[in-house]
């Protein structure tokens, strides 16, 4: 399917930051909940070829989450965090770690901001902040982009089909 | 009193971190805890003409903390953030949040490393990412250093009575 909505993703060089941006066709509303009603996130997150199980996931503020990604080959891949804030249907602010770094306390900040456009639609906008330079061109040079690209993409069937 | 150990900061321009570093005459185990037991941190944290009050303060893994300072005049500062990692006795990995910001967001993330050093003394180093470098600069400008230096004075006497 060609979609209107491309992902946009702007990393100046030298900047321990990056901003990720996608619009959808649905309200900000609708898309707030399938970013955090785990039954509707373990629908769409993630690269397309990745199979979601979620081990706990309370995206409310000073809630935690944890779940794993595990592709064909039976190889699984965890993430975690916390949740400073969680104000629907405009702002999640919460922290990532991917478990597979050779040594934990890699750890990002999340801030994703969910915004109304004309005509029913929405953008959401997420800020990532990184502990360095290196963290975060690790984490594009990891397919970071790729994956973020299918789990929209597949957010965009989800939310048609709601 | 004199101490032979003074605090360190560094903030490099334009970028949107700090890095502060402080030494002291006791070992990490000792420190960790003056950092993390709700009921010894309200004895030194933060500066020496303000009274610390607790809302909560669960410093554990997936935990959470909000406190109050309340300077002579009355008027009160409120923060808060939750508990990405606590690794007893060499790490901490939270969120912070001054709640007197124009507005609600800006978010640091903290990690503070606990270090051993030779005759029982120990150093903590505690890196601050920002969500802006203006976020940074403003930080410092109100005070911030002058705040975590009584502190941390208020702490070595609590750690000699201890």
């Not at 979609?3 to 900047?15: D, F, L, S, V, Y």
């Not at 901003?19 to 629908?43: G, I, M, N, S, W």
């Not at 409310?60 to 400073?84: C, E, L, Q, S, W």
Request: charge should be negative; aromatic fraction near 10%.
């Amino acid at each position: 399917m060609i979609t209107k909505n491309q992902m946009q993703i702007k990393a100046e060089p030298g900047r321990q930051e990056l901003f990720v941006v996608r619009e959808f066709d649905a309200p900000r509303e609708k898309v707030y909940r399938a970013f955090t009603d785990p039954k509707l996130v373990v629908q769409w997150l993630g690269p397309k070829n990745m199979t979601m199980t979620i081990d706990y996931y309370d995206c409310t503020t000073g809630g935690k989450y944890r779940y794993i990604h595990t592709d064909p080959n039976g190889n699984a891949y965890g993430f975690n965090g916390v949740v400073h804030e969680a104000t629907e249907p405009e702002r999640v602010i919460q922290t990532f770690e991917f478990e597979g770094m050779p040594e934990r306390g890699h750890v990002v900040l999340d801030s994703a901001v969910f915004d109304d456009l004309p005509d029913g639609r929405s953008k959401v906008t997420i800020h990532s902040v990184y502990g360095s330079v290196a963290d975060r061109d690790g984490m594009i040079q990891s397919g970071m982009e790729h994956g973020m690209r299918e789990g929209f993409d597949r957010l965009d069937d989800l939310l048609d089909n709601q």
